[in-house]
C-alpha cells in the first residue's frame, strides 16, 4: 500500500486559532495544544491517531505535549508521533512545537524514575528515538522528585539545552516553593524556564488558589494547563448514565463511584450555563481555562477528530459575563471528585 502524502492546509494560520506568549520568552503557543497522553498509544489505531494529528496541525496546534510514559504502554504514543512525524510532518518541523517530559516510573530498578541526571539524560535519549527528532522543543521535569536535590535535576535540565536535545525547559507540578527555586536557578545560568505545566479546569482549581498561576506569571514563565476536562466530567459524556466505552467504566483514573447523582445535577447546571452561552459544556469548560490571566495554552486530549473539531470551537468564546462566572462559580466550588 502505498502511503498517502501529506501536504498541509495553506490556510492553516487563518482559521481562528490564536496565538499566545510564553511568559517573557519569544515563543508563541497555540491557545490549545495536542496532548498524547492516553489516546495514541498501542492500543489506538494508528490511522486514527494520523488523522488526528493531521487535523490539529491544519487547524494551527502547532504544539503537541508527549512524555516518555504516555500510552499505553510506556513510550508507545511516542512511537505513534515519530511514525506519523516521519511520514507526514518532516516537511514542517520548522512549524511544531514539541514538547516530551521524563520523571514518573518507565523501566525496572533504581534509574528508571523520578528526577535524576542519570534518569533524565537516558530518558531524552530514548525520547528522541521513539520520536525520530534531532531535538526537542521543550523538555519537561515531569514531576518534583522530593528526594534528588533540586540542584541535581535542574543542571541535568541546563545541560539537555547546552547539548542541543532541547531548546527549552519546562517542569510540571511542581511546589511553590520548590518552583520558585527552579526559576531562580534556571534564570541564573541563562536557561529561563519557559512554561509551567499543571492541572486547571473548573473543578480544581488548586493552581488558582494556592498561588501557583500568580508565581508562574511573575516569574516570566508561560502556563499550560492539562486535564481541562477532568477526565470527561466536565463534558456531557456522564449527563445521562455512565457509557461502557467510558473512563469511569474502564475504572481508571475515574470511578464509576464518583458519577454519582449528586454530580450529574451539578454538571447537568453547568451545561445549561453553556448551552445558553451557545456551547457545549466541555467548549465552555475550555474556554474558562483559557480566560484566566497566565495561561498560555491549553491541553487537549481526543479519540476522535469530531472531539477535536469540536474542543477547537471553544477558542470562539473566551469572555464571560460576571454574572456567568458568578453562577459557574457557585456550582463548580460544591463539586468534589
Request: charged share 25%; proline share 4%; with cysteine.
Amino acid at each position: 500500500m502505498i502511503e498517502d502524502i501529506y501536504k498541509a492546509y495553506p490556510r492553516r494560520y487563518d482559521e481562528g486559532m490564536e496565538y499566545r506568549r510564553s511568559g517573557r520568552s519569544g515563543i508563541l503557543l497555540p491557545e490549545l495544544s495536542l496532548g498524547f497522553w492516553h489516546n495514541f498509544g498501542e492500543t489506538s489505531p494508528l490511522d486514527r491517531s494520523k488523522e488526528i494529528m493531521r487535523f490539529a496541525f491544519d487547524h494551527g496546534i502547532t504544539s503537541f505535549d508527549l512524555a516518555n510514559n504516555y500510552g499505553p504502554g510506556y513510550g508507545t504514543a511516542e512511537e505513534t508521533f515519530g511514525f506519523v512525524y516521519d511520514k507526514s510532518f518532516r516537511p514542517y518541523r520548522d512549524e511544531m512545537f514539541v514538547a516530551s517530559k521524563a520523571g514518573y516510573d518507565m523501566w525496572p530498578g533504581p534509574y528508571g524514575n523520578w528526577g535524576s541526571r542519570k534518569y533524565l539524560m537516558a530518558s531524552i535519549d530514548q525520547s528522541l528515538r521513539r520520536t525520530q527528532l534531532d531535538y526537542f522543543d521543550v523538555f519537561y521535569s515531569h514531576r518534583y522528585d522530593p528526594e534528588t536535590p533540586l540542584e541535581e535535576t535542574l543542571q541535568a535540565l541546563v545541560d539537555i539545552v547546552r547539548m542541543g536535545k532541547a531548546l527549552y525547559v519546562g517542569i510540571s507540578r511542581w511546589p511553590v516553593d520548590a518552583a520558585r527555586f527552579a526559576f531562580d536557578y534556571l534564570r541564573t545560568r541563562d536557561v529561563p524556564c519557559l512554561i509551567f505545566q499543571d492541572r486547571l479546569n473548573l473543578i480544581d482549581r488548586r493552581v488558582i488558589a494556592d498561588g501557583t498561576l500568580e508565581c508562574v506569571r511573575e516569574n516570566g514563565s508561560g502556563f499550560i494547563a492539562f486535564s481541562p476536562l477532568a477526565q470527561g466530567v466536565l463534558t456531557n459524556r456522564y449527563l445521562h448514565g455512565i457509557p461502557s466505552d467510558s473512563r469511569a467504566m474502564q475504572q481508571r483514573f475515574l470511578k464509576t463511584s464518583q458519577i454519582n447523582d449528586d454530580l450529574v445535577v451539578k454538571v447537568s447546571s453547568l451545561n445549561d450555563i453553556a448551552l445558553r452561552r451557545g456551547q457545549t459544556l466541555a467548549q465552555m469548560a475550555l474556554s474558562w481555562v483559557l480566560s484566566h490571566q497566565g495561561v498560555t495554552s491549553v491541553i487537549v486530549g481526543c479519540s476522535s477528530v469530531s472531539q477535536l473539531a469540536d474542543s477547537l470551537k471553544a477558542v470562539e468564546a473566551k469572555s464571560f459575563s460576571d454574572e456567568e462566572l458568578e453562577a459557574i462559580e457557585t456550582i463548580a466550588s460544591n463539586i468534589r471528585l
